[in-house]
Nanobody, 122 residues
């Protein structure tokens, strides 16, 4: 059974940093694409980042380029989203998702975590 569980969200001040975790079970995360998405109140869900296994590329939304980075820990079957220089507009529920069993980011995401709240405010 494929499962994703996010953690690490909390209240952080503008300019601060935060690292979100997404622990996978039921499949080997390192073999497949994994993405991070977010949804702010009253807004549509948007893609934040995706790490592909089909072309070896990592994609970032323009709004987070240079501030966010995605990484994997193969031994822990976990993916991380490091978020630096946080802004109030980064406030949202963050989700990890995978298009398992696809290895490309440009596919349908059928498996989602429950989300973790990130609030950037002074």
């Amino acid at each position: 059974q494929v499962q994703l569980v996010e953690s690490g969200g909390r209240l952080v001040q503008p300019g601060g940093s935060l690292r979100l975790s997404c622990a996978a079970s039921g499949f080997t995360l390192d073999d497949y694409a994994i993405g991070w998405f977010r949804q702010a109140p009253g807004k549509e869900r948007e893609g934040v980042s995706c790490d592909s296994r089909s072309d070896g590329r990592t994609y970032y939304a323009d709004s987070v380029k240079g501030r966010f980075s995605i990484s994997r820990d193969k031994a822990k079957n976990t993916v991380y989203l490091q978020m630096n220089s946080l802004k109030p507009e980064d406030t949202a529920v963050y989700y990890c998702a995978t298009p398992y069993p696809d290895s490309t980011c440009h596919s349908r995401y059928d498996y989602w975590g429950q989300g973790t709240q990130v609030t950037v405010s002074s």
